[in-house]
């Protein structure tokens, strides 16, 4: 897959999160971070919440496999301001069934505005485009009710549970062709 280009919202621009992008905000490189995305990034820096851990293998995973840079991580991009929101973005590849996990986080000072949903709608489209996706997942935990909303505004349906280790039962939701 070529670089994915840009995605547009009416608030928002969605960026492929390189690798080289992901080094530079581990690093805590924020020169380097702004010339590579166009973008600046709420003080101090530091991953979107709940990514600290889950960016470095996003990192190598894009270093291994660069072709696959869409099904990872995307920045959100408040084109009023040039502001990074958030991220969110895959799990990685569509499966063998053609199911893809996708999650989202917001910065504390860019939560409740909309941001995430309208983000993760522009996001599920673009996935629902590509001939191998058939349905988007999200896991989220029963008592996530940011989350929960998200997923339920850009028209996901409980799909049943799961279970995830360290989190305990989840809910999945889905959205399909």
């Given at each position: ?37 166009g ?12 990514m ?13 496999h ?37 999650g ?12 995430a ?5 522009a ?55």
């Amino acid at each position: 897959m070529a670089t994915p280009a840009p995605l547009e919202t009416r608030r928002l621009r969605l960026l492929p999160f390189t690798a080289d992008a992901i080094a530079a905000l581990l690093d805590g490189d924020q020169a380097r971070l702004a010339q590579l995305t166009g973008s600046t990034f709420p003080l101090p820096l530091r991953p979107p919440p709940l990514m600290e851990e889950v960016l470095p293998l996003v990192r190598d995973q894009l270093r291994a496999h660069p072709g696959t840079l869409g099904w990872w991580t995307w920045l959100t991009v408040d084109k009023a301001t040039g502001q990074v929101t958030g991220a969110l973005g895959f799990g990685g590849p569509p499966d063998g069934e053609g199911a893809v996990m996708i999650g989202y986080a917001t910065y504390p000072g860019a939560a409740q505005q909309g941001f995430a949903s309208e983000a993760t709608r522009a996001l599920i489209d673009w996935a629902l485009a590509h001939p191998g996706v058939a349905r988007v997942c999200a896991s989220i935990p029963p008592e996530n009710t940011a989350a929960r909303r998200v997923a339920e505004k850009v028209g996901m349906r409980v799909a049943g549970t799961v279970w995830e280790e360290e989190i305990d039962d989840v809910l999945l939701y889905e959205v399909t062709r």
